[in-house]
């Protein structure tokens, strides 16, 4: 007996060894999962927290190949039909804080890799209603800041790329967006000459440096919107912009558009430069969405010209070089589009556009329109090719693959003003195959483009 | 090149464009996407309406108010679901895809909720107090009126109509980056239930098995919880209305699945599953 309870004992204390043994494994396993667990926790929380400042960095941009056809003797240039990238941007926004965002959009199309957007921006974070911007950016204009990865036709109208080569400019701008209204206003102030070629005597750009001014005057323009419901027809957004710039003269003497009053000025002094444009965009919920918009443009541009230098003692070697003036011509232009939704995966579009670069003559005046006094910087400034006003008809169709992906048939129709007199403006040019082509601008001179253009965008 | 005829070249691309549009989905499969606060709504309303119509199909799904607009302006649903109203970045790029400035429908009412802890101390909280704890200005219960203890904080992702409606009427400002954002109002509620000291909010409908916060518009006023009553009355200090945006005016089966839902019947499921009725 007393050995059966020496076995239970034994037994027992075994199993409550035993028990106890287990208790302080699973004890001890349970604080290793718990420092896994809490190591993990440590480790995710880093890991969010990197995580956290990438998802302030945010990268779009789109790829635009295309396929183009021309049957223009002007365009030709060797090949009437090729492809080529349009666009292949990356864009790069990084917010920095709820107040300030920087942006950096390189463009790495061949042949031309440059920076087309580098901004940072300051938000007013009291009202919520002001942007500061600094740096290289669109300039305030509707078609301008309308990205052609969404326009409807495949190029901007003629008006907004005279007036605005290349879109951006480098500079300032103050952006009003208030939280109760809704009314956009934009007050830029650039350096403006962005994008312009400045010949001079010797035909050299003298406005090389984009990154620099190359003169101190510096242009300001202002653009205000307002958007006004129409319920549930749809919305209309209402606008205007204006541009006041100036260029420095180079030379003493500015001759006007007309061809005939000239303006004597100093060396130095400001040649003026300014338009202004009214703006609408119709927006209605018609047949699965429509829109009609349009603006008009209309100011005076003006160019810097060059003096003239005198002959040196000996005339043969150092000859007089007669300088060009300065020019100044009233234009105007506009465009009107018709936006028209077919389906959720198909839309049609139709622009109009118009631009006269010199409305104080006619086709019928040009090249007969001459500036006639003595003076040899002006005597052989005459009207020409540059003043004939251009229409462009441009149809496209677009198809939506997806959010990302969207390929255009656009053809473009252009229609130059015909110069009165035949023979007295022409250009002598060779088509594709070499051939010598005489193009007369007293008949309409086919500059037609066909292009199917796809269009990536993430 | 031949030159193209203008005449010829308009025909086509205008037939083109009409057999595009002839391909376009048929009109009686309905993709709602959008808001997480509506979603349990959203598909009680389209099982209750799928079985009275049997020939509609009405996809269901959330993934936060932002992603629903986005989804609207891609063409990859019919109806965006928001617990915010669209932002007028996200108009313009409807415009510009669309050509229209989209429709907006109030079809509920929510009050955003706080939610506590049951085993918090702390029972009522202003809007100013919110503020501060969600900016991490407050950072310790105590101040509070609470234990000594520090406060966990929980939120949505950036996506979510509720974090964005919460920021610019609560917060007034950045989060506190200690505020951990989660995946859904559920995981919200169910990571306040697991801690004493969190705090977290969220629509009113998920407020299950956790302590709901009275609120108050500021340190004078009384404060409330979200019921009929409150947010009817406009009492309760942070109502919202839950919408659903469309790309155009809506017709056929589409027109018929809206007038429903804001219908009597429509707005009967609303009350059943913890929101509250548009009127």
Known sequence: MKKFTLIALLLVSGLIFKAHAQEATTNEKLSEVNDKVNGLTERIATDEADLQKLTKIKISGYIQGQYQMTSSPLLDAGSNNYFSIRRARVKFTYEATDGIKFVLQPDFAPGALSIKDAYAVLNDRW????????????RPNYEVEYSSSQREVVERSLV??????????????????????PLHVQLAMFNGADGLTINDRAGANINPNENKDFDNFKDVMARATYNISLGSFGGLDLGAH??????????????????????????GDPIKRHWIGGEFQLFADVLGGMSLKGEYIAGMNGTTGFSGVPAGTDPVKNPAIPGVANYQNNFAGYYLYFIKNLGKKNQFAFRYDYYDPNTDITGADVAIKKYSPTDPMLKSKTSGQSDLATTTFDFALHHYFDDNLRITLDYAVVQNEKVGTPGKV??????????????????????NVLTLRIQAKF | MKSINIKRFAVVAILLGMIGFAFAPAADKIVVKGSDTLVILAQKWAEVYMKSNPSVA???????????????????????????????????????????????????????????????KVTELSIDQLSKIFKGEIKNWKQVGGADADIKLYG???????YVFFQENVVKGDYAPSCQTLPGTAAVVNA???????????????????????VKKDDKSKGCIPTAETIKTGEYPITRYLYMYLRNKPTGAMKSYIDWILSPEGQKLVVEMGYFPVK
Request: hydrophobic fraction near 35%.
């Open chain 2, 58 to 120: 009405i996809q269901v799904t959330g993934g936060g108010s932002g992603v629903g607009i986005s989804a609207l302006i891609n063409g990859a649903t019919d109806i965006a679901n928001a617990s915010r109203k669209m932002k007028q970045t996200e108009k313009e790029k409807l415009k510009a895809r669309y050509n229209t400035l989209g429709v907006e429908v109030a079809c509920a009412k929510d009050g955003i909720t706080i939610y506590l802890n049951p085993a918090n």
């Open chain 1, 127 to 138: 009202t919520k209603s002001f942007s500061l911007w600094m740096g290289k950016f669109n």
């Open chain 1, 242 to 267: 204006g541009y006041w710039g100036q260029m420095k003269a180079y030379n003493t003497t500015t001759l006007k558009s007309d061809y005939t009053t000239t303006e004597a000025i100093k060396f």
């Open chain 2, 192 to 214: 306040v239930k697991k801690d004493p000291n969190a705090i977290g909010y969220g629509g009113a409908a998920y407020a299950e098995g956790i302590e709901i916060c009275k």
């Open chain 1, 160 to 181: 907004i790329r005279t007036l605005y080569p290349g879109e951006r400019a480098i500079g300032a701008k103050l952006e009003y967006n208030p939280t109760t209204l």
């Open chain 1, 426 to 447: 022409v250009n002598n040019v060779n088509d594709a195959h070499g051939n010598p082509v005489v193009v007369d601008w007293s008949n309409a001179i086919n500059q």
């Open chain 2, 156 to 162: 949505r992702e950036n996506s979510s109509g509720t």
